[in-house]
């Protein structure tokens, strides 16, 4: 008979609620959640219809939560500045633990985790879904097919709709300076581990610049209002909380509870009036010029990251926000090129002196396809931890390159040494 794994969530929000949906309801023979923990009642209350869990099965504090042991596994989905110790608190208690990406901002902190995994034994994934997404996978095994060659330089591109940057990266960032890491973590770990990945090799060196140059509060119109709702742009400026949360809302159907509105109203399912009624009473629908979001030095809008990798591979990534959004990946080797484009949703093959190949494909679901076979990764991990395709120490190289670009940027762009 197939082993069982029970689950306790740790943080409830977007990413915490929608893995236990996925093992609820993809991976029901392999998984049963048991128990979760949020400070936020709201994010309780959801989670109880949601996942259909009893008022015993919630838990509202980390003390409480963390009395005991309440499941094998445990996901962290909670603020960033707190995964670490969350995640050792969890390997000392015995569970195994599956942890959101980024890892940590502290490179003290990586060392005393990876030791702590060391000693206690534990399983821990890293929520690096892209490196299950049915595309990236096929970039990796072109690759592999040596029909490019030898691998010389990596091109990457984070192109991030420009409406998810004035939520994520300006709205919620600008009410939670310090719980979240820099963008370059946050948002483009995912980038960096696919590079890594692709490349094969540890990274040596990285420079970084980069700045938050729009979302100010001197590019606020003078004539603007604070609040979406009282401004008399609120049909013409495209961060408009309306235009994304109301007018966006309408033209994909209505959905009955998805992000992005998920987060703006906690109620399942979203109703428009629940919609302004969260753009009304939260951060969601205040003026993106004016959160002040300019004073958390984490924050940018652009940044650029270039790599030099041990085996010589060269690199450089762009952040920056887009009309859509899409990541671009160019592998350029020594006898072609290949090019992975989300937006077009295809892979060129383009070896030297023969005729390109074109591959389609489809992205279904979150990161690419990638959310549900991490899941399913998890699970072959939890009988064999050799199979844990996104093991913590698989993990850490893309978070060292993450702090090291952080580094530079705030030093100027020097180069600095990835492994010190």
Avoid at 190 to 219: I, P, W
Avoid at 369 to 392: M, Q, V
């Amino acid at each position: 008979m197939k082993k069982k794994f029970s689950v306790a969530i740790l943080g409830a929000g977007g990413r915490g609620s929608m893995y236990g949906q996925v093992m609820q309801n993809q991976h029901s023979d392999e998984f049963e959640i048991t128990a979760v923990c949020d400070i936020d009642p709201k994010q309780l209350e959801k989670c109880r219809t949601m996942l259909n869990l009893s008022d015993d099965m919630l838990f509202s504090d980390e003390k409480t939560f963390f009395a005991e042991k309440r499941a094998d596994v445990l996901i962290i989905a909670t603020y960033d500045d707190k995964h670490v110790e969350q995640c050792i608190k969890a390997m000392e208690m015995g569970y195994n633990v599956l942890m959101e990406k980024p890892v940590s901002n502290s490179r003290e902190e990586i060392d005393r985790l990876l030791k702590v995994q060391k000693e206690t034994g534990r399983v821990v994934s890293i929520c690096h879904e892209l490196r299950y997404g049915p595309a990236f996978v096929k970039l990796g095994e072109l690759l592999e097919s040596g029909v490019i060659g030898k691998l010389l330089a990596v091109d990457a591109m984070e192109r991030v709709a420009y409406w998810h940057q004035a939520q994520a990266y300006v709205r919620i960032q600008s009410q939670r300076s310090g719980l979240f890491f820099s963008t370059i973590l946050a948002k483009c770990s995912h980038d960096l581990d696919l590079m890594q990945r692709y490349v094969g090799a540890k990274c040596d060196t990285v420079s970084s610049v980069g700045d938050l140059s729009f979302f100010r509060k001197e590019n606020m119109p003078t004539d603007a209002s604070g609040k979406c709702l009282d401004c008399k742009y609120i049909e013409e400026c495209p961060y408009s909380a309306k235009k994304i949360y109301i007018d966006m809302w309408k033209e994909k159907g209505c959905p009955e509870f998805e992000w992005p509105w998920s987060k703006v109203s906690l109620k399942n399912p979203n109703t428009e009036e629940d919609l302004y009624e969260g753009i009304k009473n939260t951060y969601f629908g205040r003026c993106v010029f004016d959160l002040g979001v300019e004073n958390n030095k984490d924050v940018v809008d652009r940044q650029m990251v270039q790599m030099r990798f041990e085996n010589g591979v060269i690199g450089t990534l762009k952040m920056v926000f887009a009309a859509e959004p899409g990541r671009r990946i160019n592998l350029f080797g020594s006898h072609g090129e290949l090019l992975l484009d989300e937006r077009a949703g295809t892979i060129e093959v383009m070896p030297f002196g023969k005729k390109k190949e074109i591959i389609d494909f489809h992205i279904a679901g979150g990161h690419g396809g990638g959310d549900s076979i991490l899941i399913s990764n998890l699970y072959d991990a939890l009988t064999d931890s050799a199979k844990n395709r996104t093991s913590l120490s698989e993990s850490i190289e893309s978070q060292l390159m993450g702090i090291s670009a952080e580094e530079s940027r705030l030093n100027g762009g020097v180069a600095v040494k990835v492994h010190k």
